[in-house]
């Protein structure tokens, strides 16, 4: 989600993510959500869905000063709503844009891919190192065990490598 300028949610009425989405905290990250299957005998599933999203909505805070997250409802097969999805895409990008928040967020997603590229290859050398594995190993055996704490572990790993 940190790596994205937009974040759409796509629910589907009845299958019980309207209270999956609030527990997991997905509506938080929601930049829109759409709710699908709001065609023929979905229509009305669709729309009560939809109302409960909203509902919803109002107690979270916004994921910004200029954007509250709209729920809309869609239909992929029969291209009900799909324009309206676009369209609001097409919203939040300018208001990034003109507020200065889309460089600011590109600034943020360059750092978060820094530091997490780091944090794999900073892993995956400790994996490949033999004698790094061999302590890890031990590490994770004793942890495990109850032999030691975990806080203590990372520290007698860190401590071999620095």
């Not at 300028?5 to 930049?31: H, N, R, S, T, Y």
């Not at 699908?36 to 409960?52: E, I, Y």
Request: with cysteine.
């Amino acid at each position: 989600a940190d790596m994205v300028d937009f974040f759409l949610v796509l629910m589907l009425p009845g299958a019980g993510d309207e209270l999956q989405g609030i527990k997991k905290g997905v509506l938080e990250l929601a930049d829109m959500i759409a709710v699908n299957k709001c065609d023929g005998d979905g229509r009305l599933r669709a729309d009560q869905a939809a109302t409960h999203y909203r509902r919803a909505l109002h107690i979270i805070e916004p994921k910004g000063p200029n954007w509250q997250a709209p729920v809309l409802t869609v239909s992929a097969i029969a291209e009900i709503g799909l324009d309206n999805v676009w369209s609001e895409i097409g919203r939040h990008h300018g208001l990034l844009t003109r507020s200065g928040e889309l460089e600011t967020l590109r600034s943020d997603q360059r750092l978060n891919w820094m530091w997490s590229m780091l944090e794999s290859r900073l892993l995956d050398r400790l994996r490949r190192d033999a004698g790094t594995r061999e302590a890890i190993d031990r590490a994770e055996a004793r942890v495990r065990s109850g032999a030691m704490l975990p806080t203590r572990a990372v520290d007698d790993i860190l401590d071999r490598l620095i």
